[in-house]
């Protein structure tokens, strides 16, 4: 069996359990893209791997030397404060070598606010350009892991948050914004699948307008600007069915004429119109 990101894009993800949304593989894939154009290079880690959905996608599109550090508590769940996933070593590992490799892997299992730096870019071999932050979702655990990830990026590396627009973990959003707040050398490009992205400021518009010119067209993502935190974003979307009509004029017109003749005939029906009108 062929271990791709395409087959995992594919076919993989569906069965490896997680919550990564679908969409963001076709997003990470031209990242990855734009990144290897740029001659960005590094490792990759994740924040909270649970069986790793995401954590493979990084690591199949790792080439060369590059390592891939998986950080979770795994064990230690006593530490998961507020019960906002539960990883599992055995389940990642057995996934991680059905659909990609174990080769070049390093696990760390542990509190990541306690993880320095130095410590990480030890485990890493080096700066990290593809950082996903999925750990803890308390305002604290948030901040921390984004300054870990902004000390331990490559120049042109990208930081993949998760669910700071989810309602359900407000402490995400507080602490992101807190992050930017308090002197952040990182800021938002693009949101979309449940995913805030992140880089240095000089790398922000050339990934924006990849994104854009890449989903301009798209018939499964579709993309605009607009504006998070006073930072200029993309927002990606699944293009729906609604969309799609949308964007046809044919559509539009057969939509409104039934509509019309729809308004005509209740009116009709309640007495308060004339045939003819």
Do not use: C
């Amino acid at each position: 069996m062929r271990r791709t990101f395409e087959r995992y894009r594919n076919v993989g993800y569906r069965f490896v359990t997680g919550f990564l949304e679908p969409g963001n593989l076709p997003v990470l894939e031209v990242l990855d893209a734009a990144q290897r154009a740029r001659q960005v290079t590094g490792a990759v880690a994740e924040i909270g791997v649970h069986h790793g959905r995401l954590f493979i996608a990084l690591h199949l599109l790792q080439r060369g030397a590059g390592k891939s550090v998986a950080i979770d508590l795994f064990g230690d769940q006593e530490l998961n404060i507020d019960k906002s996933g539960r990883g599992d070593q055995t389940k990642f590992t057995d996934n991680v070598a059905l659909w990609s490799s174990m080769d070049g892997v390093v696990l760390h299992q542990g509190d990541s606010t306690k993880l320095t730096g130095d410590v990480l870019l030890e485990k890493s071999g080096g700066p990290i350009r593809f950082f996903s932050v999925d750990g803890g979702h308390t305002e604290e655990i948030v901040y921390s892991d984004m300054r870990l990830a902004e000390e331990t990026l490559a120049d042109g590396g990208i930081v993949i948050a998760d669910d700071v627009f989810n309602q359900q973990w407000p402490g995400v959003a507080v602490g992101t914004l807190k992050y930017l707040a308090d002197g952040a050398k990182l800021v938002p490009f693009a949101i979309g699948f449940n995913k805030t992205l992140f880089t240095q400021p000089e790398y922000a518009a050339f990934y924006r307008a990849e994104l854009s010119s890449t989903f301009a067209k798209s018939l499964r993502i579709q993309t605009e600007a607009t504006v998070f935190a006073g930072h200029e974003v993309q927002y990606l979307a699944p293009v729906t069915p609604v969309d799609i009509l949308r964007r046809s004029e044919t559509a539009r017109s057969l939509y409104h004429r039934t509509y019309q003749e729809m308004v005509r005939g209740l009116q009709l029906m309640s007495g308060k119109g004339k045939p003819g009108q």
